[in-house]
């Protein structure tokens, strides 16, 4: 059985930071381009970043580039999102995503996700 996990969310004031971990059980870690994604009230879920099977390329949303980081720890079958900068606009629930294909920057070709982690910043 797969499981994802996230953690680490909470409310934060504007230009602070947090990191979001997402903890993957049940699934060979490695074979899996892994991704975080967002959904504020009232809208669409959407790609905020994602990271190659190797770990070796990743890839951001624009609203996000140079503020978020996303990285691995195959030993630990754990992928982070290091959030800097906060902002407002940012305030969602960050999921996690398990993509046994190539990566990609949409959500309907994930295969697995977490339950969701609340990030809320305020002004």
């Known amino acids: 059985q797969v499981q994802l996990v996230e953690s680490g969310g909470g409310l934060v004031q504007a230009g602070g930071s947090l990191r979001l971990s997402c903890a993957a059980s049940?699934?060979?870690?490695?074979?899996?381009?892994m991704g975080w994604f967002r959904q504020a009230p009232g809208k669409e879920r959407e790609f905020v970043s994602a990271?190659?099977?190797?770990?070796?390329?990743?890839y951001y949303a624009d609203s996000v580039k140079g503020r978020f980081t996303i990285s691995t720890d195959n030993a630990k079958n754990t992928v982070y999102l290091r959030m800097n900068s906060l902002k407002p606009e940012d305030t969602a629930v960050y999921y996690c995503?398990?993509?046994?294909?190539?990566?990609?920057?949409?959500?309907?070709?994930?295969?697995?996700w977490g339950q969701g982690t609340q990030v809320t910043v305020s002004s």
């Open positions: 049940g699934l060979t870690f490695a074979s899996y381009a």
């Open positions: 995503a398990a993509e046994r294909g190539l990566i990609s920057y949409y959500s309907a070709e994930y295969d697995y």
């Open positions: 990271i190659t099977r190797s770990g070796g390329t990743a």
